[in-house]
């Protein structure tokens, strides 16, 4: 099992830049990629950013040049730095980690881009 917990979400105006962190705990041996979800109301949830354990990356094309994806192998912590925020960004964040058996979620941290 694995446990992810985001921080870091909140209110920033357009323009602005916001980092969201998550820790892993638990079986964090077997994840071999984590990454960043985000979903909107009456929306599937869709890929923001994913990297692997051996620092390969992967952007959603809406986010490229603007998100940045991180990982700190040991404090088993990913971020993701985000600037030059648009409205259309705000949403539910969620971590996610992958594991040979399975796929796990955090509980979202929310992201909200107003003026």
């Known amino acids: 099992q694995v446990q992810l917990v985001e921080s870091g979400g909140g209110l920033v105006q357009p323009g602005g830049s916001l980092r969201l962190s998550c820790a892993a705990s638990?079986?964090?041996?077997?994840?071999?990629?984590m990454g960043w979800y985000r979903q909107t109301p009456g929306k599937q949830r869709e890929l923001v950013a994913t990297?692997?354990?051996?620092?390969?990356?992967n952007y959603a094309d809406s986010v490229k040049g603007r998100f940045t994806i991180s990982r700190d192998n040991a404090k088993n912590t990913v971020f993701l730095q985000m600037n030059s925020l648009k409205p259309e960004n705000s949403a539910v964040y969620y971590c996610?980690?992958?594991?040979?058996?399975?796929?796990?979620w955090g509980q979202g941290t929310r992201v909200t881009v107003s003026s």
């Open positions: 996610h980690a992958r594991t040979s058996t399975g796929i796990y």
């Open positions: 638990g079986s964090i041996f077997s994840i071999y990629v």
């Open positions: 990297i692997t354990n051996g620092g390969t990356t």
